[in-house]
């Protein structure tokens, strides 16, 4: 006599008499929901944070091309700044829908020992949304 039966489904109707082996149950449906909805909610926070991540991460290479622009003026023959000096807004060109808002720059500069190199850093603050954020660059510049 052959039992046409698998071997877990004789299982399982000799540990649940009377219970069908097709199909799942109404709690593994339920635990099986429900994880699907906690990773749906994951992903979705995470696209959620996509395009704030996007817009930070452009008002970034806007304030490095202003501070850019304003380095590359002083080294072009404009004197140097001598102490702490804010950057007139008239000398940062920002493009047009830029994200930036409130960028405020000011450059700080000190000689070395009276040689004519200068140690010059552009200090930059800008706020993004309702964040705020700083950004500095240091470099040597040599004027004669």
């Known amino acids: 006599m052959?039992?046409?039966?698998?071997?877990?489904?004789?299982?399982?109707?000799?540990?649940?008499?009377?219970?069908?082996?097709?199909?799942?149950?109404?709690?593994?449906?339920?635990?099986?929901?429900?994880?699907?909805?906690?990773?749906?909610?994951?992903t979705l926070s995470l696209l959620m944070q996509e395009p704030r991540a996007l817009q930070r991460l452009e008002a970034h290479r806007e304030v490095l091309r202003a501070m850019e622009?304003?380095?590359?003026?002083?080294?072009?023959?404009?004197?140097?700044?001598?102490?702490?000096?804010?950057?007139?807004?008239?000398?940062?060109?920002?493009?047009?829908?830029?994200?930036?808002?409130?960028?405020r720059l000011w450059t700080e500069s000190s000689e070395e020992s009276g040689s004519g190199l200068f140690r010059l850093t552009l200090v930059a603050r800008y706020r993004v949304g309702s964040q705020w954020y700083n950004r500095a660059l240091e470099t040597r510049v040599w004027q004669p």
């Not at 698998?6 to 929901?33: K, N, W, Y």
């Open 69 to 103: 622009q304003v380095l590359e003026g002083i080294r072009a023959g404009l004197t140097v700044p001598s102490g702490r000096q804010p950057v007139d807004p008239g000398a940062i060109s920002l493009p047009d829908g830029a994200v930036v808002q409130d960028l």
């Open 2 to 42: 052959t039992c046409s039966k698998p071997p877990a489904a004789r299982l399982l109707a000799s540990v649940h008499p009377g219970r069908s082996s097709h199909g799942f149950t109404l709690i593994e449906s339920l635990v099986a929901l429900s994880l699907l909805g906690v990773a749906m909610l994951l």
